[in-house]
């Protein structure tokens, strides 16, 4: 697996009752009442501690060094087990000053206490208008406090084999009607190509392609979560995707990252990858050559809708027990705001940047070499315009995206259908909350 998807995993983390409340990121969630720590500046030299997943972020990191002689950074990379290592060393209080943490698992570890409040550094705050707003709406919970500032996002898009689809007279679909029978057409002229694969140990990836659809997960109101994973809108997907299953049109054996699916689409076994923006160094970097013979188009949407899902990306929290919290705030607002730290972010570890500056960098108006020159980003960021900005993740997202795995294995195998594993992560969501005193209810 990739370290760009090994960062978006998840990871056990229990969740105190006290706090639950308080999970909502983009939700009318009641707002916390705490005080944010102390700000000021520490005398003599500094040296911080940043954990993330980020390939080539010791570089980045070396340049903030070089110019900042009295606040070192010192970097380490956890992408073997992101979630588990931050975890233990929240337990033992012997967390980073800063670490990576996904939009996914903000409200779990929220409600773990395991932030701390950054609102009182005026930087930290100001900092807002400088990201794209539905990013920073996720990082505030409940628009009270600053907990992390966004680093990068996941839009996604249809990465083409543009020879395969040409040698079989494969047209662009614009809909996902259009792409099934792109498949089905595909795999007519040749039995041993599929036009994608179906991950079923990856409810991240399944959870983008609900984002698209409007399957809202949960909601609040009325002082209570409600519990909306099973919806219409998410039983359209998964009935979508059983199809092409039960059609043997797409593979089911294959791990996102794996050797084994980079080994399929070096074979020319799949004509296609349904991905996020990161995604693009992902093939650049492991399959070199078939250089010229991608290219990145619209992700085909239901119907007349132009709405667009997304999949992953990142934040850089403030951590529980960070003593240095003015320095800290000044890194991460030039790690993830400075073009120069976020050029080098996007060229060496495939980076879509959350902050608007970001977006304005020189290379994401250039033609991209290994996709035959065509100007990406522009399919991205088109993508990111149409992702829903009020799609809020829960204080149980760990619980149903296990949930969502498992029955999608089973699925995949035969045993049930993906229906089943929505009904499955609804009733474990509302378990899991009411073991935990959440007020919650399934919801419509």
Same mark, same amino acid.
């Given at each position: ?5 090994? %960062?978006?995993?998840? $990871?056990? #983390?229990? =969740?105190? /009752?006290?706090? +639950?409340?308080? @999970?909502?990121? !983009?939700?009318?969630? &009641? ?78 570890? %929220?409600?773990?206490? $395991?932030? #701390?409040? =950054?609102? /009182?550094?005026? +930087?930290?705050? @100001?900092?807002? !208008?400088?990201?794209? &707003? ?311």
């Amino acid at each position: 697996m990739s370290n760009t998807v090994t %960062r978006i995993r998840l $990871a056990v #983390v229990a =969740a105190a /009752a006290s706090t +639950a409340l308080l @999970a909502g990121c !983009s939700s009318p969630a &009641p707002a916390d009442k705490a005080s944010a720590a102390p700000c000021a500046p520490t005398k003599g030299k500094v040296t911080l501690q940043y954990w993330n997943t980020v390939p080539g972020m010791d570089q980045v990191v070396a340049l903030w060094n070089k110019k900042n002689p009295d606040i070192q950074v010192e970097t380490k990379n956890i992408s073997n087990d992101q979630y588990g290592i931050l975890g233990n060393a929240l337990k033992a209080g012997k967390a980073p000053e800063l670490a990576q943490v996904g939009y996914d698992q903000l409200p779990n570890l %929220r409600t773990q206490d $395991a932030f #701390v409040d =950054a609102s /009182a550094c005026s +930087a930290a705050t @100001a900092a807002k !208008s400088k990201f794209v &707003p539905w990013t920073w709406s996720q990082t505030s919970f409940g628009g009270t406090g600053v907990f992390a500032l966004p680093q990068d996002t996941g839009p996604m898009a249809l990465y083409v084999r543009s020879d395969i689809f040409k040698q079989h007279g494969l047209e662009i679909p614009k809909t996902w009607d259009e792409y099934a029978a792109e498949a089905q057409k595909l795999h007519k002229a040749d039995p041993d190509l599929s036009i994608t694969f179906f991950d079923p140990n990856n409810a991240e990836w399944f959870n983008g392609l609900l984002w698209q659809n409007s399957a809202e997960m949960y909601g609040y109101s009325g002082d209570m979560w409600h519990v909306t994973v099973d919806s219409d809108q998410s039983r359209q997907v998964a009935e979508y995707w059983q199809k092409l299953i039960d059609a043997k049109l797409v593979r089911t054996d294959l791990a996102h990252g794996s050797t084994q699916m980079y080994a399929a689409y070096q074979k020319n076994q799949i004509a296609s990858y349904v991905g996020a923006a990161w995604g693009y160094s992902m093939f650049r970097d492991n399959l070199p050559k078939q250089a010229g013979k991608w290219s990145i188009v619209p992700m085909p949407t239901w119907g007349s809708s132009a709405a667009s899902g997304n999949w992953g990306g990142s934040t850089v929290a403030f951590m529980k027990g960070n003593k240095y919290l003015y320095e800290s705030v000044k890194f991460n607002t030039w790690l993830n705001t400075d073009p120069e730290a976020l050029a080098l972010e996007n060229k060496l570890g495939g980076l879509y940047s959350a902050a608007t500056a970001g977006l304005e960098l020189p290379a994401l108006s250039q033609g991209v070499p290994y996709y035959d020159n065509e100007k990406i980003f522009d399919v991205f960021a088109d993508s990111s315009k149409n992702i829903d900005t009020s799609f809020t993740w829960g204080p149980t997202q760990k619980t149903v995206n296990l949930a969502l795995q498992d029955a999608m294995a089973k699925a995949a195998a035969g045993d049930g259908k993906l229906t089943d594993a929505l009904a499955a992560a609804q009733a474990a969501a509302l378990k899991s909350m009411k073991d935990q005193a959440i007020p919650a209810a399934a919801g419509k």
